[in-house]
């Protein structure tokens, strides 16, 4: 009994893995197919994704490309206007140039020559101005040029006696004061009597001094205002 058991139970697990057999035979034909229709038509359906994107990019890139070659064509054709321009223009703008370098030329020049006229004019003024302040045209009808002579002496201002007073004398003190000559020496207060003190009797020049006190005086005196010296300068 055991035994007959034992080949029935057989018999049923044989025929059931026939069957389970037959079945997974039957699934991996449907699988065999749908690999079969997916090789066919994958390469297909692939081929024509790529042939849409490449089509794209071309597209692009030809756009792209055309675009940059308008804009080098324009570039070419600004560049090539404004090179004829200059090689048309090359001769006036060089003599532009150089009638502007001639023009700076002159007037740098002009400048120059001024500041030197200007600086002999600031020494002139300059030498008069310090060898002028030790003698003064005062009085009657006294200008910049003609007056009553006052001297600076030991700190204090005051008069000339005429006594030998002459051009010479005046000579210098024209010299002294900025100008190249004397036109007249007056004598006895021709330009009014002046105050204070009489510094210098017996004045005696040779003409070539610079100031008056390089002339030869003497400071004691016997003379009055009424002898006042005066110069007329030009």
């Known amino acids: 009994?055991?035994?007959?058991?034992?080949?029935?139970?057989?018999?049923?697990?044989?025929?059931?893995?026939?069957?389970?057999?037959?079945?997974?035979?039957?699934?991996?034909?449907?699988?065999?197919?749908?690999?079969?229709?997916?090789?066919?038509?994958?390469?297909?359906?692939f081929d024509n994704k790529l042939k849409t994107v490449k089509n794209d990019l071309l597209l692009t890139f030809t756009r792209r490309l055309a675009d940059i070659t308008s804009k080098v064509n324009n570039n070419a054709q600004n560049i090539d206007s404004i090179t004829l321009y200059l090689k048309r223009n090359v001769s006036s703008l060089t003599a532009s140039i150089?009638?502007?370098?001639?023009?700076?030329?002159?007037?740098?020049?002009?400048?120059?020559?001024?500041?030197?006229?200007?600086?002999?004019?600031?020494?002139?003024?300059?030498?008069?101005?310090?060898l002028g302040r030790y003698v003064r045209l005062r009085g009657t009808g006294a200008t910049t040029k003609q007056g009553r002579v006052e001297v600076l002496l030991n700190g204090q201002w005051g008069t000339v006696c005429d006594d030998g007073w002459d051009i010479n004398d005046a000579t210098v003190v024209c010299r002294q004061l900025g100008y190249s000559r004397a036109l007249s020496?007056?004598?006895?207060a021709a330009y009014g009597r002046g105050s204070g003190p009489i510094l210098m009797d017996d004045v005696y020049c040779n003409g070539n001094e610079n100031r008056l006190n390089q002339c030869n005086f003497i400071t004691d005196h016997n003379c009055g205002h009424h002898e006042d010296a005066g110069v007329s300068c030009a």
């Open 185 to 188: 020496a007056p004598k006895v």
């Open 1 to 45: 009994n055991i035994s007959d058991g034992l080949n029935g139970l057989r018999d049923k697990l044989s025929d059931k893995f026939t069957r389970d057999l037959n079945s997974l035979k039957d699934e991996l034909r449907i699988v065999s197919g749908d690999l079969h229709s997916l090789r066919t038509e994958l390469p297909m359906v």
């Open 98 to 130: 150089a009638a502007s370098n001639r023009q700076s030329s002159l007037v740098e020049g002009r400048l120059q020559a001024r500041l030197q006229v200007l600086s002999a004019n600031v020494t002139h003024v300059s030498n008069r101005v310090q």
